[in-house]
Every structure is written in structure tokens, then in C-alpha cells.
């Protein structure tokens, strides 16, 4: 049996609750009901799964799902070693096995096939079929499915299939508001507020212009990025053309917004 | 001056200075001059003596020499008086400026107009030659000019078909007597460029040639623009929609006004319902880029809509105005430094810094002054004035702004009991001190007062005057360039296109159109079935596939062989590559739409309608990214792009709203359409553009009378598509076109079109095509 201490979340992670949602994530694991969280990419979604993980002293096993996965790598394989074949558990199983909170990153970026696995763990059956070993496992008391997913990817091509949408509950995550992001980044970093306000503000810039030419506007970790830097004794405008700007984009008119905002409120 | 006649004399200037000092009287000399002259002409002697102390104090000796005798060989050309009192009066000032060695280059340029038909020109040549010299303060730069105007000269003259060379350049003349307000925006190779365009555009038509040298005709206007120094507004209209949307969340119209033609009353920026109005450039000043000027002036009008409320004005005085007005102004731009610390630094590097002692109360009215000193004093905290009332006010007006919120109306008290306090006599004088006063980045605050007494304020006030921060819709206009086939050269910003959301009307409308064609879909459906696999490509590190990958098996093998976890990913298999096609549909959405299709009860609208709207559902089955635009136009002041989908949008019922409510009007500019909708289309990431365009004529429009013109602007457009990696296709609804009689739907678009002949089947004509096209 696979030890779960391993999976615990030792020390308390910081976590700014925006606004019930620790309250509503408490409800719906004490019914076992599957959490869909939805959001703009660095918004503090993986970090809340963490937090409530610790907070319900829970085992955790994340998996970041790409394109590539397929449900073997999710539910286990047979592995051949001198003896001959050894099965191995992927890690939903050892979820369902031990009782852990399973949460499945960007599950849309996962291949069609690949989500259909967890619809049997998802209603009241919280079965998983180990159809190449024979098992049929139930899953255990304290085991939760939590999926993430970013609404501003999908395309047509990449979307949940409605069928595995309507097995969730679901928490709409945001950018949290600028005294809250604030909070929340000079805790992360230690940076001095003041400072950090001045980061937020430019975050708001990048996100006023989304639709504008930006896809996503700038994200609390990039935020955190940057507050980091600063504290690295990184100047703050160097700082924020570096975490803020250049990553989000290419495009000339946009940057040299942005870059104009960095100079207007950092001097 | 009365007492001097007219006698022949051979005595020279150096003598006759020489003479002056000695013996000679100042009358006697200037009749020397005046005989070495040797005219008549009345009008001359009038302005000789202050011509010649003007000469005398500006020329050496052999420079006055040089300059009767230039004067007295203009006075012979035979074009009367008016030459030579040009020559007269321009010359000393035109020598200070770029020396007196450049007379010999003017009097060849004389020369040479004299000689050829042009003579009409000297004239004004020679009445614009000091204010040009001023701008151009060389020798050099001045032959440089001459030699442009020699260039316009030849080129123009005599050339209307089949004459000789009998005929003046017609715009010479115009030309020069622009020349000075030109040089004042453009350097001379501006300029240069600037003539090459009238010329090569122009030289067939004398009058729109005329109008061209004489700024009259809007290209002209337009490409003096473009070949002006510093930022242009039009450039940079979507950095600026950005810096308002990002940095404030305001968004408005920007429309340019002209700074070239109004030298004398420099326009101030403002704004009303129609928009905010900006220079139409901004150059460099004291380090601050242009386009940090038109950032200045954005924020600042945007502080305006944010915080300012109008105050009544018929209470107060003009001077009590004028204060409100600085310290209103310098609230605005604390709060906006509050919200960007970086704007202080713009802001002080824009606003002037009087002189503390630089007007004179004794003699001048100094209450701008003043104000602007004060206006300093409150953003800048280095301002280092001594005036005990100012320092006062400015601390007053700190503790003010130390409240948790402050009005319009707060600090108008403080301006009030400024202006009582430090009041002068003086400040009532006409002479009004206004050097180093204006603040240029703020607006002409018309927005700042409203009148009890109506209709003194041609401009009525927006009842809703604060603006609070919101999503905006609409955006300012984009301009294309537009292609004559005449001169076969673009005319530079020549339309604007405004895109805009189109309206909506009923969903439902729509998918009972699309219940309508039932049967028709089912057959597409099948057809899109399909379409949709293409070429295969293979998937390796597959556990599970359809074949054995040799190279990973063996290396599995080893692997386990040798004791090592061998992957067991080693199966392949195959997957069918998506298609990667982006689609734009352009509608036509002009008047002729409105018409009933020949054998139909519907009009060409209606059948578009439901042709589109299947299509579009084809489209969305596919999955293939697609956008949908319409556009007409009402001169190309005027070309409306409405938007129907965007590429990231779903056909969902918002769109299908959309389409639901389509109309037609107005005319069909093709060209700019197919430009804006190119500006989309090639932003896709796909690897096959096709870009549709569903249209019932020819292109055409109510300014352009020549229909080749938009045809072959048209035709340009489809050549920069296919530059663009875009594959345009017409599908031409026009019913008078049989096969064969299609001459301009070819003319533009080569091969790639098909004229739908019976229009009530292009329902089901457009999605098949639509198909083929794309198979
Ligand atoms: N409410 C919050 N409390 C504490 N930290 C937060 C909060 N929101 C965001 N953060 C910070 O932002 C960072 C990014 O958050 P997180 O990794 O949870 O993003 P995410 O939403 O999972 O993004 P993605 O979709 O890209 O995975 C965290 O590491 C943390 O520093
Ligand atoms: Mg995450």
C-alpha cells in the first residue's frame, strides 16, 4: 500500500480567500461532489486546491495533463521487470485507492479519450475500472476528483464535452481586486505594499486590454514574479518589463503601452 | 524725397557712401540711388528710402550695388511695377538670412522664368524669397529650393496634350506662394517629395493641379501630412485607444485637427460628444517624445471627464474664468499624478516656467503670468518662487488636496480669493503678458462651463459630464490607402473606415431560415463529412496503436534486455491532421441589395441572408476559425465595416442576432473593405486564408465619378491580398452579367470568382462552393 503521509501538505500554505469559497469547497467535499475550478491561468486556483488539501488534511496528488496523456497514464500500466510483468498504478488510481484529493491541471488540454476515464469515478458509482488488469476499484471514503480549466483556451477543438462539464460543481475564479492581490503578493513575497500596489496597477493595465490584442491579461504569479525580483534588489522597472511584459506579448503597440505604464508609475 | 529727380550718374555705392559721409547730404545720396535704378515708375519712389535704409544696414557696399542693379534689371523685365517692389522689399531681409552671394542664383531663377512662360511667377517667386530664406537660413538649403522650383517649373510647363510649349506650369504660382508655409513643416526633401507627388499626379489636369500647389485638394493636404516631422496622430491611433483603455479605462474618438494651416492661432486640443480633438502632430519637445505629448494630453482631458464638474460662468469675470481654470487644471493633473507618480516628471517637462520678474506691472496686464507661475508652483515642488501670496496659495491649495475628496467647485473658491488677492490695476491693460504662459498639453476647458443664458455657446453641454470608467464600444476610424490607376500610385489615407458592432435583431429569425433549408443541410452534411479528414500524421511513444514502432521497440528491448525500465510506449498510430483554414465572409451591404431578385419573390438581401447564414453553420460544422463583416459607404469619408463575427467569437445566437438584422444602403468601396477585412484575416494562424466576398456590382461610390477608378482600386487590393497570403474569391450576384459579359468581376479578381446566375438558388450554391473551394 502506497504510504499517503507523502502526499500531505506539511505546512499551511497561504491562501487569501476571495471571498467563500473555503466555506463552499468544505460543503461539497464533506458530500464527496467532484469541484471543477475555473479561471484565467494564475490566478490562485492550484494554490486553493492546495490550501483545502491541507486544511482537511488530505493527501493531494496533482497531475498537469498535456496533450500527449493518455488514460494509461492516468489509471496504470504493466511495467515489465526480470520477473515478468509488474502493474503500476497511475495516479488516479493511487487516488481512488488511498483517499486523496486527485486534481487533474488544465484538463482540456488532455485528449477526448482520455477525460472519459473519470466519468465513472465522478458519479455515485465512484468506481474505476482497471480494464487491462481486471480490477474494478471503489474508491475510497475520502477520495475527491477536482478538475481545473481555463474558459479563455478553448477553441472549438478544445473544449469539455458537455457531458463531462455537467458531473461538477464549479468555482469561477478571477483576479482577485487590487487590495486583495496586493495582500495576497506582498505575503507571498515580503515585498512592501506600497510596492506591490504599484505592481497591481500595471496588472490592471494588461487586463483593461484584453480583447484588445492581449488573449490573457497579467496573472498574480506573474505579479509574484516580478515582486520577487524586486526584492532580489532587481530595479522595479527592469523588473516588470522582464515578469510582466515580455512574457505576455509580441506585439509592439501593447508593449510599449505597458512599458510606458511601468515608467509612469514607477517614477 | 520730393526733391530728388531722376538723373543719370555713374558714380557707385562705395563712392557714394563715401561721398555721404563726407559732403554729400542724405537726400543727395539717395538720389544718387535712386538715378542708378533708372525707373519711373512712381510706386518705386514711394518705398525707395526705406528700402535703401533697410539695404544700408544689412548689406556691405558691393551688396548695395549688387542689389540696385539687380533691382534696376528686374524693374526691365516688362512685368511692371510689382517685381521690382518685391525685390525691393525682400531682398535686404533675404540676404540677412542666407547672405547676399545667393543673389546671383535668384537672378538665374528669374532668368529663367522670364524666359520661359512663366514670367507670371517671378512675381510671387520674389515676394515669398525672405520668409522662405528665414526658414531656410543657408545659402545651400536656398539654392536647394531654387532648384525645386526649377524642377516644378519644367515639368509643368506646356505639357496639356498635343501643345506646344506655350502653356505656363499651373501651379507654379500657387506653389510658391505656399512655399513659405510649407517650409515651416517640412524640410526640403519633405517638400520635394511633396511636389514629385502634384506633379506626377497632376500634370494633366491644370485645375486639380492648381488645387493641389495651393493645398487646397485633400491629398494634397494628406501627403503634406505624411511627409511631415514627428508623430503622426493617424500612426499611432491604436497605441493611443490602447493608452486610454489600459492606463485609464476611458476609450473616445480621436480626431485630428490641423496644425499646418493655422499658424497664427495655434488650435488648442479639446473635447466634445463627437470626440477628443488632437494635433494632428506632435513633435519632440524638451526630451518628451510625441507621443508622449499626445499621452500628456489624453491624460489630462481624461482627468477632466473623470473629475471635473461644469461650473456656472455667467457669475464670474473673465479674469475670475481664467483662474478657475489654471487651478481646476492643476487639480486634474495632482489626481492624475496620484494615480501615475510618473506623470509629474511629463507634466514639468511640458509646462512652462515663467520667469518670476518676466512681465512688467507697470505697463502690461500680468495675470497670466501670474497664473502661470502659480500653476507651476502647485505640480512642481522645486519651483524655487520667492512671492509670498503665490507660496501661500500653493500651500493652501496642497491642504485642499490633502482632503479625502475634493470638487471643481472647492478649488474655484481658492481661485476666486487668488484672483482677489493679488489684483492689480494693471491686469485690465490690453497689452496682455503671454510668453511662456500656455500650458500645451491641457484642453481649451470648454467643457469646464455651462451659461444660464442660453444661446451664447454655439456648443451645447453634454448633460452627463462625468464619465466613470467603463467598457466602450466603437472604435476610431482606420484609414487605407487608395489606388489611381491615373497616376498608378496610392493616395495615401485617403478613406476611413469605421468598424463597428452591427445591431441586433432576432436569433430565432435566423434558425428558421436554417429550418427552412433542412433538406439542403442534411445533404451539405454530408459533403462536410467528408471534407473533414485530410492528410494523416503519425503519432509515436503510443502504448496502444495501430502499428509497431520498430526504432522505440528495439530500443525498449535493449532496455529491458539490459535490466534497465524498458517504455513501453512503443506502438504508433495515426491521426488526421486538422484543417487549417481561416475564412472571412465579406457581405456587401450596399442599396442595390434592397432590389428583388430577378425570378423571386425575395430580395438579393434575403436570399444573402439565408445563403450566409447556412454557410456560416457549415463553417461552424467544419470548425474551421471564421469571421463575418459587412460594409457599404457614403464617400470615402465614410466606409462602414460592421462586424458581425469575429474569429473568436461562436456562431452562437448573438451572432445569428446579428445576421438577423442585416440591411443594405449606401454604395460599394470595395477596396477599403477588403483591406480592413485583410487586417483580420492575416492576424489568423492558419495555414490556407481565404477570404470571401459576396457582392451584387461593381464597385463604386457617390464621390468618384471615374467607375474605373474603384475597379481598379479593387483589383490593387486583391494583388496586396495575395502579397498577404490570402486567397480572395468573388462570388458576384450581379444578374446583368452573363459568362462572358463579366468583364470587371475578372478585372479584379483574375479567376477567382463565380457568378451565381440564378440567385435564389445561392443558398445552396454558396456553402457547395464553399466546399469545393476548400476540399
Ligand atoms: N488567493 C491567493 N492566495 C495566495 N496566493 C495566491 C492567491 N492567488 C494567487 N496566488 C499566487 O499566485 C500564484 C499562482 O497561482 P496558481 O498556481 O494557483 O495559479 P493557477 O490558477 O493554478 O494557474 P494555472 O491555470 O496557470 O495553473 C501562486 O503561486 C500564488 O503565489
Ligand atoms: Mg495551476
Not at chain 2, 536656398?142 to 524642377?151: K, W
Not at chain 2, 503665490?390 to 496642497?398: G, T, W
Not at chain 2, 427552412?516 to 463529412?529: E, G, S
Request: hydrophobic letters at 40%.
Amino acid at each position: 500500500m502506497t504510504d499517503k503521509e507523502q502526499y500531505k501538505i506539511q505546512a499551511e500554505p497561504f491562501y487569501q480567500q476571495q471571498n467563500n469559497e473555503v466555506a463552499l469547497y468544505e460543503a461539497a467535499y464533506r458530500n464527496r461532489l467532484p469541484v471543477m475550478v475555473k479561471g484565467p491561468t494564475g490566478c490562485g486556483k492550484s494554490r486553493f486546491i492546495e490550501y483545502m488539501a491541507w486544511k482537511l488534511g488530505k493527501p493531494l496528488i496533482t497531475v498537469a495533463c498535456n496533450e500527449d496523456m493518455t488514460a494509461s497514464d492516468l489509471v496504470g500500466r504493466y511495467l515489465l521487470d526480470e520477473g515478468g510483468t509488474r502493474w503500476l498504478d497511475g495516479p488516479l488510481t493511487t487516488a481512488a485507492r488511498i483517499g486523496a484529493i486527485c486534481y487533474l491541471d488544465e484538463i482540456v488540454e488532455a485528449r477526448q479519450d482520455t477525460t472519459v476515464v473519470i466519468h465513472p469515478l465522478t458519479d455515485h458509482r465512484r468506481t474505476l475500472p482497471l480494464d487491462k488488469k481486471g480490477e474494478l476499484i471503489h474508491a475510497h471514503p475520502d477520495f475527491q476528483l477536482v478538475i481545473s480549466y481555463n474558459p479563455g483556451y478553448q477553441t472549438l477543438m478544445k473544449d469539455l464535452k458537455q457531458s463531462t462539464k455537467q458531473r461538477f460543481t464549479a468555482f469561477d475564479f478571477d483576479y482577485p481586486d487590487a487590495a486583495l492581490e496586493t495582500e495576497i503578493v506582498a505575503n507571498e513575497t515580503g515585498l512592501a505594499s506600497d510596492t506591490v500596489a504599484k505592481l497591481v496597477k500595471i496588472g490592471n493595465v494588461a487586463r483593461n486590454l484584453k480583447g484588445h490584442g492581449l488573449d490573457e491579461g497579467i496573472s498574480t504569479r506573474l505579479l509574484v514574479y516580478a515582486a520577487t525580483l524586486i526584492k532580489d534588489n532587481v530595479s522595479p522597472v527592469d523588473a516588470c518589463r522582464m515578469a510582466l511584459v515580455r512574457p505576455i506579448t509580441d506585439d509592439a503597440d501593447i508593449r510599449e503601452t505597458l512599458d510606458h505604464a511601468i515608467v509612469a508609475t514607477f517614477t | 524725397m520730393a526733391a530728388f529727380r531722376a538723373r543719370p550718374s555713374k558714380f557707385l555705392a562705395k563712392e557714394a557712401a563715401v561721398a555721404m559721409n563726407n559732403t554729400l547730404s542724405r537726400d543727395q545720396q539717395l538720389e544718387l540711388y535712386w538715378t542708378r535704378l533708372d525707373t519711373r515708375f512712381p510706386q518705386a519712389q514711394a518705398v525707395f528710402e526705406d528700402c535703401m535704409t533697410e539695404a544700408l544696414a544689412s548689406l556691405s557696399s558691393e551688396g548695395v550695388d549688387a542689389y540696385l542693379e539687380a533691382a534696376r534689371a528686374i524693374g526691365k523685365l516688362g512685368r511692371g511695377v510689382e517685381p521690382m517692389l518685391a525685390f525691393l522689399e525682400e531682398w535686404p531681409a533675404t540676404a540677412l538670412a542666407v547672405g547676399e552671394s545667393a543673389l546671383t542664383a535668384v537672378m538665374d531663377t528669374i532668368r529663367v522664368m522670364q524666359k520661359s512662360p512663366n514670367g507670371r511667377a517671378i512675381d510671387p517667386f520674389i515676394r515669398t524669397l525672405a520668409p522662405v530664406a528665414r526658414r531656410l537660413q543657408s545659402a545651400e538649403l536656398l539654392e536647394e529650393y531654387l532648384e525645386i522650383t526649377q524642377n516644378l517649373m519644367t515639368r509643368t510647363t506646356g505639357s496639356i496634350h498635343g501643345h506646344h510649349t506655350t502653356f505656363p506650369s499651373p501651379g507654379l504660382p500657387d506653389f510658391l506662394a505656399q512655399a513659405p508655409n510649407l517650409l515651416g513643416q517640412l524640410t526640403l526633401s519633405g517638400m520635394k517629395n511633396w511636389v514629385d507627388y502634384g506633379i506626377r499626379n497632376y500634370n494633366n489636369h491644370p485645375e486639380r493641379q492648381k488645387d493641389y500647389f495651393s493645398l487646397q485638394s485633400a491629398d494634397s493636404r494628406a501627403v503634406l501630412q505624411r511627409e511631415r516631422q514627428g508623430t503622426l496622430l493617424v500612426d499611432n491611433e491604436r497605441n493611443l485607444d490602447l493608452y486610454l483603455r489600459g492606463l485609464w479605462q476611458d476609450s473616445e474618438h480621436l480626431v485630428p485637427y490641423s496644425t499646418a494651416f493655422d499658424q497664427i492661432r495655434k488650435p488648442i486640443p479639446y473635447y466634445d460628444k463627437l470626440g477628443i480633438r488632437l494635433p494632428d502632430v506632435c513633435e519632440d519637445q524638451n526630451g518628451i517624445r510625441g507621443i508622449d505629448r499626445y499621452r500628456a494630453i489624453l491624460a489630462h482631458i481624461v482627468g477632466h471627464r473623470r473629475w471635473s464638474e461644469a461650473q456656472i460662468a455667467d457669475n464670474w469675470s473673465p479674469f475670475q474664468r481664467m483662474a478657475v481654470e489654471f487651478f481646476e487644471d492643476c487639480r486634474i493633473d495632482t489626481l492624475l499624478i496620484r494615480e501615475y507618480p510618473g506623470m509629474r516628471k511629463l507634466f514639468l517637462a511640458l509646462h512652462p516656467k515663467p520667469q518670476e520678474n518676466a512681465c512688467d506691472p507697470e505697463t502690461t496686464s500680468c495675470l497670466r503670468h501670474r497664473l502661470a507661475m502659480l500653476s507651476r508652483a502647485l505640480l512642481d515642488p522645486d519651483h524655487g518662487y520667492t512671492d509670498a501670496d503665490l507660496n501661500e496659495f500653493v500651500a493652501r491649495f496642497h491642504a485642499l488636496m490633502e482632503q479625502p475628496a475634493t470638487s471643481t467647485n472647492e478649488v474655484a473658491h481658492l481661485a476666486l480669493s487668488y484672483v482677489a488677492r493679488t489684483r492689480r490695476q494693471s491686469d485690465q491693460f490690453a497689452k496682455v503678458h503671454f510668453d511662456n504662459t500656455v500650458v500645451e498639453y491641457r484642453d481649451d476647458n470648454r467643457q469646464l462651463w455651462k451659461f444660464i443664458e442660453a444661446g451664447d455657446e454655439e456648443e451645447a453641454f453634454d448633460e452627463q459630464r462625468k464619465i466613470e470608467p467603463q467598457e466602450i464600444q466603437g472604435l476610431p476610424p482606420r484609414h487605407y490607402p487608395e489606388w489611381d490607376y491615373v497616376s498608378q500610385s496610392y493616395r495615401p489615407d485617403w478613406v476611413s473606415v469605421y468598424e463597428s458592432l452591427h445591431s441586433s435583431g432576432n436569433a430565432a429569425d435566423i434558425d428558421r431560415l436554417l429550418q427552412k433549408h433542412a433538406a439542403l443541410a442534411k445533404q451539405l452534411k454530408k459533403m462536410l463529412d467528408a471534407l473533414k479528414p485530410q492528410d494523416k500524421v503519425r503519432i509515436r511513444y503510443q502504448e496502444e496503436g495501430s502499428e509497431l514502432d520498430l526504432d522505440v521497440a528495439i530500443r525498449s528491448l535493449i532496455d529491458y534486455k539490459s535490466g534497465a525500465n524498458p517504455d513501453p510506449r512503443i506502438n504508433m498510430s495515426h491521426r488526421t491532421n486538422g484543417r487549417s483554414i481561416a475564412v472571412m465572409l465579406l457581405l456587401d451591404l450596399s442599396e442595390s441589395l434592397n432590389e428583388k431578385a430577378a425570378g423571386s419573390e425575395q430580395t438579393i438581401l434575403e436570399l444573402s441572408q439565408e445563403a450566409v447564414s447556412l454557410l456560416a453553420w457549415a463553417i461552424d460544422k467544419l470548425g474551421d476559425p471564421f469571421a463575418i463583416a459587412g460594409f457599404h459607404s457614403n464617400t470615402r469619408h465614410e466606409v462602414r465595416y460592421q462586424h458581425i463575427k469575429g474569429y473568436s467569437e461562436r456562431w452562437d445566437d448573438e451572432v445569428k442576432a446579428r445576421l438577423a438584422k442585416m440591411e443594405a444602403g449606401y454604395s460599394t468601396r470595395m477596396g477599403a473593405a477588403m483591406r480592413h477585412a485583410a487586417h483580420y484575416l492575416s492576424a489568423q494562424k492558419a495555414d490556407k486564408k481565404l477570404m470571401l466576398i459576396l457582392t451584387d456590382g461593381q464597385p463604386s461610390d457617390v464621390d468618384t465619378s471615374d467607375d474605373r477608378l474603384l475597379i481598379e482600386d479593387a483589383r490593387q487590393a486583391v494583388k496586396e491580398l495575395d502579397q498577404q497570403g490570402i486567397f480572395p474569391y468573388c462570388i458576384s450576384l450581379d444578374a446583368r452579367l452573363k459568362a462572358g459579359d463579366d468583364d470587371y468581376v475578372r478585372d479584379i479578381f483574375g479567376q477567382h470568382y463565380t457568378i451565381i446566375d440564378h440567385i435564389e438558388r445561392l443558398p445552396e450554391r454558396l456553402p457547395k462552393l464553399f466546399m469545393a473551394l476548400t476540399k
